[in-house]
């Protein structure tokens, strides 16, 4: 990524490359604190069972045997030579692979700084993610990213890069540290209705379409924090559909911000007006864009954030982990969302025709038809799973239950062990 | 009667030492062939060149299989103490040893293609080509002994060969700024040596020994108040810091590498600085011991906080070099805090950790000063802002580079990111033992490094690929030109010697086992 921004990039591409790259660095070193104290910690117990010579092979190892090897791991029993370590995620999430006495077992109740080290691990973690997502203080490498990275680098940048954070979160954060999920998630909700407003009021202040719609992932990216602090089904899934609906809808948005930049190498929005004169059929595709991007119903967008907020006002009366004036703050930035959307609608694609230098209405001709093959099939995509989202709650639907459970019950559990 | 019990005496002293012969193949190796080079050197005058690099380069394959033969003994043996108790034989010497074999090795072949001393259209008749193989075999030799050492005296002794060896080689510039950076090597050494001696004495007056394993040593010191007994054990660590150049003992390094030819800066980087970790590991259990009866000798602490200093001021003055050579005297700094670090750790796995770190750092250093090198060899810069578009003219080259570059960092996939992953998991588990807050800030300010790191090692990449090249007016006449090019190309050897050091450390981050297993098998 630090050589496609930084070989192909705009004019200030060597600055942003770097400080993107310095910035997800930093994000990784707090992942690699975490993983490093848990691969000291934790045994892969089917490995030991071969290392201890109580199965001959790893097929043959059944529950059974892996609830006896983690009981003599519990009694001291293993040899430390025979211990197994292992950077399996799986392994790591029962609470029984971690060796006794080691920091980050559950009931060693080691202490760093008057807090668990458990619940440092899981900050180190989430903070190592936010900043790939990324959540509000750690976002300022984002503009710059986008603003500067060609058009495809911004849609790879979009749509994959920045599902990477959420993704981390689940998987890594909340499967291994449910209590830390429960202990903060009051202010991961707060870090994500921050991010929605402040994201939201950025955008508001644009002048750059481009850096316009990075700004709007921000505030997206606020919504998927709160959705995933609210640890409810809806809101869980609410934030999983936002990862995969900003996916296509940014990448939209940067392929649409990408084909006025192609044509005259120019993204303020002020230098354009009217250009609906000059280019119907692009307008038409803006406007489901900016549409489905502010959350208007029967686009994706629109479920996820429903799913989001459904989760988060819930949380208040399934497991009071947020109060009710975070989700309603939160509506606000739907405001601000058909705030900037609409206005900017309004500046560069209604109203008299206008653009800054007269040469450039020759160049503004309606797309093309690669640029068509681009962007349709994604707006179809965005109309069908705003009208559809069974296709994919359906599919994830089991998954977040269980996981949502888990995390919830293992969570207090774990809080009430620590604690006590 | 009492002539007769000191024959007696002389008679074991004499038998002991012809029965240890048996166990230093490998530094006779060295002692034979140093005066095989000098003798060659003599008859062969001027014209011997080629003699002596092949027959320095046998010279280390020889040092090699006595290596093997020496383990082969060792894994029979309980790791004997040689020469009235001077020398120890351990699998960790051997292991070292090993390494700094092949640092031998890379040197020499350094030093074919960038002959040390010799200009471009200089004659060869001019100077001392044959005494550089010659010192080499010198500082090896006194490496060797140092990480055998378990005798105070021994161990200065094998200092001063190493540090001496080290003064002449870095002038064999002949230059200005080779004979200043000699001249202050040469200051701040005489001022170390000095001060370890002073300590050395120190604790030789408090104990009435000299040998680190004595069973008196302990027992002896531990009456001795802590502030007297304190000051003497940092004077001799100060001897051992200044040569892993760890700070506040580092401000000869930069100088040093900015003025010494390129070969001889990569053999600085590996060997005295690996000899002193060596050195510091047996002293580790030493301080251990030591810390059993006198519960206020908090090493782990001091080291802790040098190690600390060291990675930071190492990380964050290099970020300002403009010079290659300088930059990379400030990350060997940072380096030295890092290998430090598994000193500190002071487990089995640190103590392998440490040697994992000391060979993929072997490498990654002489891979990064072949390249630097190359370039300069070429163009004749060494500043790294004169590295504009050198990755688009020569790819691979670019490519070798950058890979090193991210190895330094420690980043993945290299083989860099491997060690430090080690390095800092026996620093967490050892904090996990002994709970002090000094490891976890250590663990911490490590690893942030290392986003510092980043900003500087890119940098030449950033150069090599970003920018653009200017447009230089050649001053050469259009005749010249043609030379000029084919000067320019890679030779097919630096090609095949850039491949040989960068592969393993993509491929040790794949199969890190093979040199773990091999560290265990020879420290077993």
Same mark, same amino acid.
């Given at each position: 990524m630090y050589f496609l921004i930084g070989m192909w990039g705009g004019p200030r591409r060597e600055y942003a490359a770097i400080k993107f790259f310095l910035y997800t660095l930093l994000g990784s070193i707090f992942i690699l604190i975490a993983i490093i104290g848990l691969y000291v910690s934790v045994i892969d117990p089917v490995e030991t069972a071969l290392s201890l010579g109580l199965?001959?092979?790893? *097929?043959?190892?059944?529950?059974?045997?892996?609830?006896?090897? +983690? +009981?003599?791991?519990?009694?001291?029993?293993? &040899?430390?030579? *025979?211990?197994? @370590?292992?950077?399996?995620?799986? &392994?790591?999430?029962?609470?029984?692979?971690?060796?006794?006495?080691?920091?980050?077992?559950?009931?060693?109740?080691?202490?760093?700084?008057?807090?668990?080290?458990?619940?440092?691990?899981?900050?180190?973690?989430?903070?190592?993610?936010?900043? *790939?997502?990324?959540?509000?203080? #750690?976002?300022?490498?984002?503009?710059?990213?986008?603003?500067?990275?060609?058009?495809?680098?911004?849609?790879?940048? =979009?749509?994959?890069?920045?599902?990477?954070?959420? /993704?981390?979160? #689940?998987?890594?954060? $909340?499967?291994?540290? %449910?209590?830390?999920?429960?202990?903060? =998630? !009051? !202010?991961?909700?707060?870090?994500?209705?921050?991010?929605?407003?402040?994201?939201?009021?950025?955008?508001?202040?644009?002048?750059?379409?481009? *850096?316009?719609?990075? $700004?709007?992932?921000?505030?997206?990216?606020?919504?998927?924090?709160?959705?995933?602090?609210?640890?409810?089904?809806?809101?869980?899934?609410?934030?999983?559909? +936002?990862?995969?609906?900003?996916?296509?809808?940014?990448?939209?948005?940067?392929?649409?911000?990408?084909?006025? /930049?192609?044509?005259?190498?120019? @993204?303020?929005?002020?230098? /354009?007006?009217?250009?609906?004169?000059?280019?119907? /059929?692009?307008?038409?595709?803006?406007?489901? &864009?900016?549409?489905?991007?502010?959350?208007? %119903?029967?686009?994706?967008?629109?479920?996820?954030?429903?799913?989001?907020?459904?989760?988060?006002?819930?949380?208040?009366?399934?497991? +009071?982990l947020l109060p009710r004036w975070m989700p309603i703050l939160a509506t606000f930035g739907l405001i601000l969302g058909a705030a900037y959307y609409l206005w900017t609608l309004q500046r560069m694609f209604f109203g008299t025709y206008y653009v800054r230098e007269t040469s450039w209405t020759a160049k503004l001709k309606d797309l093309n038809v690669r640029e068509y093959i681009m962007l349709v099939p994604l707006a179809i995509a965005v109309v069908a799973f705003g009208v559809f989202p069974q296709l994919l709650i359906d599919m994830m639907d089991a998954t977040v239950s269980n996981f949502v459970y888990y995390v919830n019950t293992t969570g207090q559990e774990n809080l009430q062990i620590m604690f006590k | 009667m009492q002539q007769t019990i000191d024959t007696e005496i002389l008679k074991q002293k004499l038998s002991g030492i012809t029965d240890s012969l048996g166990y230093l193949m490998p530094e006779a190796v060295l002692v034979a062939f140093l005066l095989l080079l000098l003798l060659v050197d003599l008859i062969a005058k001027r014209k011997g060149t080629f003699w002596l690099i092949s027959l320095s380069l046998v010279g280390f394959i020889v040092h090699l299989l006595a290596l093997y033969q020496q383990w082969e003994i060792l894994s029979q043996n309980q790791e004997p103490l040689l020469l009235m108790d001077m020398l120890r034989l351990d699998g960790m010497g051997i292991f070292f040893k090993g390494i700094f074999s092949l640092a031998g090795i890379f040197t020499v072949l350094l030093n074919i293609h960038y002959r040390t001393g010799i200009e471009e259209g200089e004659s060869e008749t001019l100077r001392g080509v044959g005494e550089f193989y010659v010192i080499l075999y010198g500082l090896l030799l006194g490496a060797s002994l140092m990480v055998m050492s378990v005798n105070l005296l021994m161990l200065y002794l094998s200092i001063e060969m190493l540090s001496i060896c080290s003064y002449i080689l870095t002038n064999f510039n002949f230059d200005k700024k080779s004979a200043e950076a000699g001249i202050k090597y040469l200051l701040f050494g005489g001022l170390a040596s000095g001060l370890m001696l002073y300590g050395i004495s120190l604790i030789y007056g408090f104990s009435g020994t000299l040998l680190l394993e004595s069973p008196e040593l302990i027992p002896g010191l531990s009456q001795i108040p802590a502030i007297a007994l304190i000051p003497a054990l940092l004077l001799i660590a100060a001897g051992l810091f200044f040569k892993i150049s760890a700070v506040p003992f580092h401000i000869w390094a930069p100088d040093v590498y900015e003025g010494a030819p390129t070969p001889v800066v990569a053999l600085f980087s590996i060997v005295p600085k690996l000899a002193g970790i060596g050195v510091l590991l047996r002293f580790a259990g030493f301080f251990a011991d030591l810390q059993i009866q006198m519960a206020s000798l908090e090493w782990q602490w001091i080291a802790s906080i040098i190690a600390i200093i060291t990675i930071v001021v190492g990380n964050f003055a290099a970020l300002s070099q403009p010079n290659a050579k300088r930059m990379m005297a400030y990350s060997s700094i940072a380096h030295s805090g890092f290998l430090l670090i598994g000193v500190i750790a002071y487990t089995e796995f640190g103590t392998y950790a440490v040697m994992f770190y000391a060979a993929i750092y072997l490498l990654m250093n002489f891979a990064a000063f072949l390249m630097i090198k190359m370039i300069s060899r070429r163009t004749g810069y060494e500043y790294i802002k004169d590295y504009k578009g050198l990755g688009k003219e020569w790819p691979l080259l670019g490519v070798l580079m950058l890979i090193v570059m991210i190895s330094l960092t420690g980043l993945p996939p290299t083989a860099g990111f491997t060690a430090k992953l080690f390095i800092f998991s026996a620093l967490w588990q050892t904090y996990q033992s002994t709970d002090s807050t000094i490891m976890v800030s250590l663990l911490l300010i490590g690893l942030l490094n290392t986003v510092v790191s980043l900003f500087y090692y890119l940098k030449i990449p950033y150069y090599m690929f970003f920018k653009q090249k200017e447009k230089v007016v050649e001053k050469q006449s259009f005749g010249q030109k043609g030379e000029m090019n084919a000067y320019r190309t890679i030779k097919a050897t630096e090609k095949v010697l850039s491949f040989v050091l960068v592969a393993p450390l993509l491929i040790l981050f794949f199969k890190a086992d093979w040199l773990m297993e091999l560290i265990k098998l020879i420290h077993f």
């Open positions: 199965a001959p092979s790893g *097929k043959a190892v059944t529950p059974q045997l892996i609830g006896q090897v +983690q +009981q003599m791991l519990a009694e001291g029993q293993i &040899a430390s030579e *025979k211990l197994v @370590r292992t950077f399996s995620m799986v &392994a790591m999430t029962d609470a029984g692979n971690f060796i006794p006495g080691t920091l980050l077992s559950l009931l060693s109740q080691a202490t760093l700084l008057g807090m668990s080290v458990r619940l440092w691990a899981f900050l180190a973690l989430l903070i190592g993610f936010a900043v *790939k997502l990324p959540a509000v203080p #750690l976002h300022t490498w984002l503009p710059d990213a986008h603003v500067e990275a060609p058009t495809p680098i911004s849609v790879v940048l =979009a749509g994959i890069l920045l599902k990477i954070g959420a /993704y981390g979160m #689940l998987r890594t954060a $909340y499967s291994i540290f %449910p209590e830390g999920a429960v202990y903060y =998630a !009051w !202010w991961i909700g707060l870090f994500g209705l921050i991010a929605i407003i402040y994201g939201g009021m950025n955008a508001l202040a644009m002048k750059d379409l481009k *850096k316009l719609i990075a $700004y709007s992932s921000v505030s997206h990216m606020g919504f998927i924090l709160l959705g995933l602090a609210s640890l409810t089904v809806e809101g869980i899934s609410g934030s999983i559909y +936002q990862m995969f609906s900003h996916g296509l809808i940014s990448s939209m948005l940067f392929l649409i911000a990408g084909v006025l /930049y192609d044509r005259t190498h120019d @993204r303020m929005i002020a230098h /354009y007006g009217g250009l609906t004169t000059r280019m119907p /059929y692009f307008t038409g595709l803006v406007v489901i &864009a900016f549409f489905a991007s502010l959350g208007l %119903p029967g686009f994706s967008g629109f479920i996820a954030e429903v799913l989001v907020f459904l989760g988060a006002f819930n949380s208040a009366t399934l497991n +009071q | -």
